[in-house]
């Protein structure tokens, strides 16, 4: 087995700073502390066989596994769901790192990784659901099922930006051209990035969430405070789905 390669070179090779530093580039969980932790497990990984893809089909498993998790009752659910989020974005952060450094980036390993990011928030808002329906009308699997499909639909609706440029053979728009040029849908979201509410309909956000009110839940004796957020994510989901759809047209990202 090779040696491990130092932390700055593999800094400088694994995490370039116009990914870190890209607004729609990178999650802040990664810039805080994600980064910090993956850079030393891939540096252990890149000794190995191990390719991107594998970790990329790992992430992906954490990720849904996440939801299923949530089928576990109290709190014991909630906090499993929440670490396999963290271990969904470590894997995220490493597949990249390891491709970088193996030089062994493919389209299967991006089209896995964007795959990935869909079943898993998808599945975690349909685990919720099904959590606050526990004992209840399965009127809350609804409730989580129409939040999973506004977090696809949010997803797919920058996702097919991309696409749209590309058959246009436009190069991949830069974060200039996400600005509106409307002046009213502006200031919205500039209004809407100083609250941070949008960012509850990522699973990361949303799993620490749905932690935080299974504590609620277990001082209070009932799920009542699952319920009220999974209803919550619901509904600013597709706030946020008519806003970016908003956003998009106002914007250059599709001229």
């Known amino acids: 087995m090779t040696s491990a390669p130092a932390l700055a070179e593999l800094r400088e090779v694994c995490q370039p700073n116009a990914k870190l530093q890209s607004r729609n580039g990178e ?17 252990q990984l890149v000794r190995t066989r191990v390719t991107p893809d594998q970790l990329t089909w790992t992430m992906v498993v954490c990720g849904v596994a996440s939801g299923f998790a949530l089928l576990i009752p109290g709190l014991t659910g909630a906090l499993l769901a929440a670490v396999l989020f963290q271990l969904f974005l470590l894997f995220d952060c490493v597949d990249g790192e390891v491709a970088r450094w193996k030089g062994q980036n493919s389209a299967t390993g991006i089209y896995v ?42 997803k797919a609706s920058t996702d097919l930006v991309d696409v749209a440029r590309a058959r246009r053979g436009l190069p991949v728009a830069d974060d200039e051209a996400t600005r509106p040029r ?64 908003a956003s998009i047209l106002s914007s250059s990202r599709l001229r």
Request: proline share 0%; charged share 15%; hydrophobic share 60%.
């Open 27 to 43: 999650h802040w969980a990664g810039r805080l502390y994600m980064r910090r932790i993956s850079l030393r497990t891939t540096r």
């Open 113 to 154: 990784d964007r795959l990935g990011a869909y079943l898993a928030d998808a599945a975690l808002m349909i685990g919720a659901g099904f959590r606050a329906a526990r004992g209840s009308s399965d009127l809350w699997v609804s409730v989580g099922l129409a939040a999973a499909l506004g977090v696809v639909l949010l």
């Open 182 to 245: 409307s002046a009213g849908l502006a200031s919205a979201r500039r209004l809407a990035s100083a609250f941070k509410i949008h960012r509850i309909t990522n699973g990361i956000e949303a799993s620490l969430v749905l932690l935080a009110v299974a504590v609620v839940d277990l001082f209070m004796g009932s799920i009542e405070a699952t319920r009220v957020t999974v209803l919550a994510i619901a509904v600013i989901t597709w706030v946020m789905v008519v806003a970016h759809l």
